[in-house]
């Protein structure tokens, strides 16, 4: 452009100069134009989009016979699968170019993928993941951060991060991820919708990348509770009807300490929920002491932590524990290829994985043997009537770009109340209850290995009870927060409990559970 400006400059008086300069100057503007045209077309179909997909396709449902006996359960419904998933004839990108690059398109389908498409599902594409599936952000470094629909500002979680917001953008009825250490668990809440996390090995995990295969579950996503109850019918392979049992909640009150909701919109939105729908009392327990006392291999790995309030060490631990088998089985099943591809990975996902692949693991039994032993913990906890309630995470969804200034922080708080499920392979339920500060507020219900059905027949007949208790809430006048007035008064309760455990009192359960009508009169 200066140039040209130069030339007229010189040659001011010559007319084909000026014609000359006109037809530059046009060209550089119209280029300019396109660029822009072109930067706000990328821009409008990424929001169109909310750069949930990966790519777009139509699987539609298997052909049925001309009289097919009933309706199928998922017809009509529409899904999207994370990029972890086996698709007949299309690469599995595994969230990163260079896994992409260095693999063939699959000559199969992933079991879980037929059988939606056996019960009238279509699915119309895939999603944006964190790479390798290593993250809990849903941040990408190569194919973008899926913009979370709910608070666009903030991350949307993952690293199921693209099929958790094409279900909040309402894009698809349903959509499937993997959940190892959270990444079911944590867009479901950030994205303020259903996130169903089953017990390791209820669903195939034939035609899924593995990651860990001892904490690999495949989850699926909904805004509808009826969805995402027919889909675990579907999935879960379950019987249509079994007899009704009662349910005994368990609020898990050291876990809700850490959480910055108040318990106003929590505990207090739960409890009046299910007022009338079981007859029993709903409970509170010392989560941490109780995996304290009953999972003992924990006591090798140290218990210590100035990073989390309120002292739940035991849970500190017990993410330690999942964190190094998360990591010491990715190292086995990737190691090779790492090694010799080399890819180009985001900072903090490079961090990680070359993390997993230099560690030497050592005693590698006894992290199973935690696991096995907190199975046991959570079956003894909850029996056959049990659900326990916990914040399905403690923070809320940090900004956008800003996870480097406290990821260390962040990961960890996480972490300890995710490693519950994860590492006892119960089933997890996380359920939207509106919003606090601008962010989606979630709260999770867990249950024992196997007790998938019942976990999703509880969700779906508290959901409309719990939606009701939000809109009351949300109306209502703050009421004091007992996350600042009693825990150290219910510690108190509880240690003294723990010292006395053979004493028999009618009020007073073992293993540090209180009735909350009795814990009520303490506070």
């Known amino acids: 452009m200066s140039k040209t400006i130069n030339l007229i400059k010189a040659n001011a008086s010559n007319p084909k100069v000026w014609i000359v300069a006109g037809i530059t100057v046009a060209g550089i503007l119209l280029l ?39 309706k199928l359960p998922l017809q009509g419904l529409t899904f999207a699968i994370k990029d972890i998933f086996d698709v007949k004839g299309y690469v599995t990108g595994f969230g990163n170019p260079d896994w992409r690059r260095t693999h063939e398109p699959s000559d199969k389908m992933a079991l879980v993928l037929t059988a939606l498409l056996q019960n009238g599902a279509k699915c119309v594409g895939k999603t944006v993941m964190d790479e390798l599936a290593f993250g809990i952000t849903g941040e990408n470094k190569h194919y973008g951060t899926p913009i979370n629909p709910k608070v666009q500002s903030n991350i949307p979680g993952g690293s199921s991060s693209g099929s958790a917001v094409a279900v909040a953008a309402e894009f698809v009825d349903f959509a499937l991820g993997t959940d190892t250490i959270g990444c079911i668990r944590i867009p479901a809440s950030f994205c303020g919708i259903l996130g169903f996390r089953p017990s390791h090995r209820a669903v195939s995990t034939i035609g899924l990348i593995p990651h860990s295969q001892s904490l690999d579950t495949i989850g699926w996503f909904a805004r509808d509770p009826s969805v995402l109850h027919r889909v675990g019918h579907v999935l879960l392979k379950v019987k249509a009807v079994e007899p009704k049992r009662e349910r005994r909640l368990v609020f898990a009150d050291d876990l809700f300490q850490l959480s910055k909701v108040t318990k106003q919109k929590t505990i207090y939105v739960v409890s009046k929920a299910i007022e009338k729908l079981s007859d029993q009392p709903p409970q509170q327990i010392n989560f941490s002491q109780y995996v304290a006392s009953n999972v003992p291999s924990l006591k090798a790995f140290g218990q210590n932590s100035t990073n989390l309030q309120y002292g739940i060490s035991a849970l500190k631990a017990l993410s330690s524990v999942m964190v190094s088998l998360q990591s010491y089985e990715f190292k086995t099943n990737h190691e090779e290829w790492v090694k010799n591809v080399k890819p180009r990975l985001g900072p903090q996902i490079s961090h990680r994985v070359l993390a997993a692949i230099n560690t030497k693991y050592e005693n590698v039994k006894v992290l199973y ?110 009421l004091p927060d007992v996350n600042e007035l009693s825990y150290r008064k219910r510690n108190y309760f509880i240690s003294k409990l723990l010292v006395n455990k053979e004493e028999k009192r009618p009020d007073i359960e073992k293993n540090g559970i209180a009735r909350m009508t009795h814990t009520k009169e303490i506070c």
């Not at 449902?61 to 009289?67: D, G, L, N, S």
């Not at 290995?449 to 939000?470: I, T």
């Open 369 to 478: 043997k935690v696991g096995t032993e907190m199975r046991a913990a959570l079956q003894s906890l909850l029996k056959d009537d049990g659900i326990l309630v916990i914040p399905t995470i403690v923070d809320p969804p940090p900004k956008l770009n800003s996870m480097k200034d406290y990821s260390t922080e962040f990961h960890d708080r996480a972490c300890a109340v995710l490693s519950i499920a994860s590492m006892s392979g119960g089933c997890q339920a996380c359920v939207p209850l509106g919003n606090d500060a601008g962010c989606p507020v979630s709260v999770s219900f867990v249950s024992y290995h196997g007790a998938d059905k019942f976990l999703l027949d509880a969700v779906l007949d508290m959901y409309a009870s719990l939606q009701d208790q939000v809109s009351i809430a949300s109306k209502s006048a703050p």
């Open 32 to 70: 300019a134009d396109t660029t822009r045209r072109r930067r706000r077309k990328a821009i409008i179909i990424q929001r169109q989009d909310f750069g949930a997909f990966l790519e777009r396709f139509d699987l539609i449902p298997f052909p049925q016979p001309p009289t097919p006996p009933a």
